[in-house]
Structure formats: C-alpha cells, structure tokens
C-alpha cells in the first residue's frame, strides 16, 4: 500500500514542446514547461530540469527557514544560489547541483552553521542524493 504525497501531471497542446504543468489537487497550481530555443522550443517557460534546479533552491530556503522559525533564531532572509554543471567525477560525467548558501540576520556562528546544515535535509535534496525509484506505465488513451 502507498499513500499518494504530491501529484502533477503535463499536457502539452498546439506549440511544439510548451506544456502546462499541474500540480497538486487543492489547491491546483499550474506552470508552464517548455525546451530552449536551441531545442525547438519556443522558451515560453523553464525547462523541467532549470525547474528542478529551482524546486532544489526553494526547497533549501523553505526549510531553513522553517527550521529557524521552530528555534526562534533572527533569520531574516534567506538566499540559496544553485548552478546545475556537469563535472567529470571518477571519470565519468555526473550532474551536480552547486548550492551557495547566503544568510541574513543577527545569526551567531553555531546558527549560521546549523542553519547552513538544515539546508541539506530538505527533500529535494534528499531525493536528489537518495534512492528515488521512478516507476512508469503505458496509460490506455
């Protein structure tokens, strides 16, 4: 038995790659997807994996700052930078996320730390390094 967390589903329409991006069943967001001009697409929105990259970015903000609000702790605001690259690791080609980290607000040295340590425990993240399964089927039409 699983329990359904998040849902989202694609349509794409008349344009080549444009597709409309729901999430969520209440409430429903919708956003737009589309390739890079090089690709065919007419940039009428990020690309899913420049999405992906801002989900990781969001996440990491959302979850420190959650975390400094249960603490009490002064975090005014938050940045989090992430550049996608391609970085030969063991001599292969890996994706990697670099994450730049930026915090404003009366912080102390062990706040700063641990903050910046919360940042790696937001789901994204934790996903992303993880043993996420991706399993898909052929849907009747």
Known sequence: ??????EASAVTGVE????????????RFVQVSDA????????????????????????KT?????????????LEAIRVDVRHVRKTIDGKPRDVF??????????DDEQRKR???????CPVHQMLVGETVVESSLAPA
């Open 16 to 27: 080549p790659f444009r597709t409309e991006v729901h999430i969520g069943n209440e409430p």
């Open 115 to 121: 903050i910046y340590e919360i940042t790696a425990k």
């Open 98 to 107: 670099e994450c730049d980290v930026q915090l404003k607000g009366d912080l």
């Open 62 to 74: 959302i979850t420190a700052k959650m975390y400094a609000n249960r603490k009490g702790w002064p």
């Open 1 to 6: 038995m699983s329990d359904t967390l998040h």
């Open 36 to 59: 890079p001009g090089e690709h065919g697409g007419k940039d009428l929105g990020a690309s899913p994996v420049a999405q992906l990259t801002g989900a990781l970015a969001s996440c």
